[in-house]
């Protein structure tokens, strides 16, 4: 079992709706990061939590460090969103991130 | 700037070629980071340079040789790859690699180098 899981996998929706992508880990941590790729591209960060709540834009990530889960949610989805969304878990007390499989959005228009 | 720039965007090159990628920020981070990242897989972590020193080297094969020539420039010099080194090459950085209680490092990724072995 992965330390960083995600789900779901793959989702598509239609441009419009509400997304929401989970992000759970069994690792103690000092910091999650959400982070966006496009096909055959470089990573583009967008949030780095370790309490609470971030927005930015039509994007809110949350995290519950007890429950040991984050959810990164995307409001009023665009084709322009479509993309790998990841997950990666800084460990308590080490330089690296341990990364979540990814979950691969397709917003159809 | 926070940016970090990596070239050249696309590499083909031969088994026998030598050639080297680059990557460079300003934001003055003193750490910085080469990644592999294989289709539809996570970046794996390859070197960990901290302060323009290699503190970390995760078990790479000889034919990839990392360089921090300054704090700001990451070089990876690549010599007698194997086809299945073609990959995502990604650069990133950070403030520093501190691991001490209550901080956290954002690391920032570069746009990556596309690498085909032939």
Redesign the interface.
Known sequence: KNEVEQSPQNLTAQEGEFITINCSYSVGI??L?W?QQHP??????LF?L?SGKKKHGRLIATINIQEKHSSLHITASHPRDSAVY?C?V?A??????I????TRLKVLA | DTEVT?TPKHLVMGMTNKKSLKCEQHMGHR?MYWYKQKA????E?MF?YSYEKLS?NESVPSRFSPECPNSSLLNLHLHALQPEDSA?Y?C?SSQN???S????????????T?LTVL
């Not at chain 1, 308590?92 to 991130?97: A, D, L, P, V």
């Not at chain 2, 539809?40 to 970046?43: A, S």
């Not at chain 2, 209680?101 to 990556?112: D, I, K, S």
């Open positions: 000092s910091a990061h982070l055959g591209g470089g990573i583009v960060s780095m370790s990841i990666a800084r308590s007390g080490t330089y690296k991130y990364f979540g499989t990814g | 990596q750490a539809k897989k996570p970046p972590l960990v970390i995502l990604l990133a690699p501190a691991t209680g209550g901080t956290y490092n954002e690391q920032f990724f570069g746009p990556g596309r």
